[in-house]
């Protein structure tokens, strides 16, 4: 049953107009932080413009790339509000009804990372493809100024650049999983689809004025999307995708926990 649950959970997400709204506000972002880089008054033509830095230029690495600003909101409108859909329109009455509520929360858990992560990872992919279209011409690795090489795992980039986009939207989409996973955790409590989609956006935007406030810029959110590529803190390769897996999984635990308690206290309660 929970297997079923979340095969159908993923193709909902999937072929729900949410899902390509998301898919084109991010291709728009990533857009804009191409056209931001192209040569200018701002940005003069030097070895390392090429495809791989217009990705991570717009990918937030540059000052003009505002994707960080969004991506939490862009991930949960994708996938992060299918419990609340269930609790406003009353399918959840009908799936618990069918199933128990471990399976289904489970479920929903499981496929809303499938479906966060899967889309993270293919958006950014399609929009890496778009920045090679876009700037066909790619210099030397080796022979940039070592300024411009990024801090995080800049050897890989040296060595292997394409697999270092790869790494780079794999943190990206591990960052999805946990964002998703705080949607689901508000939803165990808020029927309000607005509030469950905008509560991620709102902890990252709150959360990365307090950190930098207190000095803790090490991890303020906002730059542990985008900027922790070219970052003075030089971060080990591990530890972008330990950070977002122990998050998700302090999310995953707190999901269980509320939604359990919730359902016990209404079956209690009659």
């Not at 095969?7 to 804009?32: G, P, Y």
């Not at 540059?62 to 862009?74: D, E, N, R, T, Y």
Request: aromatic residues 18%; hydrophobic residues 55%.
């Amino acid at each position: 049953m929970l297997t079923k649950i979340t095969k159908m959970e993923i193709r909902r997400a999937f072929f729900r107009r949410q899902a390509l709204v998301a898919f084109l506000i991010m291709s728009a972002f990533f857009i804009q932080g191409f056209e931001a880089y192209r040569p200018g008054p701002l940005v003069p033509v030097t070895a390392n413009h090429n495809f791989y830095f217009a990705f991570l230029y717009a990918h937030g690495n540059g000052a003009s790339g505002l994707l960080p600003l969004v991506f939490a909101l862009i991930v949960s409108l994708a996938a992060g509000n299918s419990l609340a859909w269930d609790k406003k329109s009353g399918f959840i009455q009908y799936v618990l009804m069918r199933t128990s509520y471990k399976t289904y929360i489970v479920g929903k858990m499981v496929s809303a990372s499938v479906v966060s992560f899967v889309f993270v990872f293919i958006s950014e992919l399609f929009c890496f493809v778009l920045a090679a279209i876009q700037f066909p011409n790619i210099s030397d690795i080796n022979k940039i100024h070592s300024s411009f090489i990024p801090k995080y795992a800049g050897s890989l980039f040296i060595d292997h650049p394409f697999l270092y986009i790869l790494l780079i939207i794999f943190n990206s989409a591990l960052s999805a999983v946990f964002i998703s996973m705080v949607s689901v955790f508000v939803s165990t409590t808020v029927k309000n689809i607005y509030i469950v989609v905008a509560t991620p956006w709102l902890l990252f935007i709150v959360l990365h004025f307090v950190l930098y406030s207190i000095n803790l810029t090490r991890y303020a959110p906002l730059d542990l999307v985008g900027a922790y590529i070219l970052n003075h803190f030089s971060y080990r390769t591990l530890e972008i995708p330990f950070i977002w897996i122990v998050l998700s999984i302090v999310f995953y635990t707190l999901t269980y926990f509320f939604f359990a308690r919730n359902f016990k206290a209404r079956v209690y309660n009659g």
